[in-house]
Nanobody, 126 residues
Framework: VQLQASGGGLVQAGGSLRLSCTAS????????MGWFRQAPGKEREFIAA??????????YYADSAKGRFTISRDHAKAATYLQITSLKPEDTATYYC??????????????????WGKGTQVTVSS
């Protein structure tokens, strides 16, 4: 599976972005898809995931992400999106999409993801 994240950029605080993750190489319907971010000097942090259709296709969010982040999937395009609103300077990080096939209990853990995209940089100015 090859993943490619895009849609990052420089945005002012209060703005919005939609990140995209496109995939190829396998049937993504068999995978949970997640978004994580990593700021310099920090560990990779879970933001949101959406389970594979066979596991319900439900969305899961980190507590810190509820309200401003929305994850969605377009299976016809093998794409996963992360809509971010009311951006804050502390959202500045590299955002990564990942694909996982583990049990739902591991959906928020980076080490349970098999495949990663290269990441897209989001920088929020104050």
């Amino acid at each position: 599976v090859q993943l490619q994240a895009s849609g990052g950029g420089l945005v002012q605080a209060g703005g919005s972005l939609r990140l995209s993750c496109t995939a190829s190489g396998d049937n993504l319907r068999n995978y949970h898809m997640g978004w994580f971010r990593q700021a310099p000097g920090k560990e990779r942090e879970f933001i949101a995931a959406r389970s594979r259709p066979g596991s319900g296709g439900n969305a899961y969010y980190a507590d810190s992400a509820k309200g401003r982040f929305t994850i969605s999937r377009d299976h016809a395009k093998a794409a996963t999106y992360l809509q971010i609103t009311s951006l804050k300077p502390e959202d500045t990080a590299t955002y990564y999409c990942g694909a996982s096939r583990v049990a739902l209990s591991g959906i928020g853990q980076a080490n349970h993801y098999l495949y990663w995209g290269k990441g897209t940089q989001v920088t929020v100015s104050s």
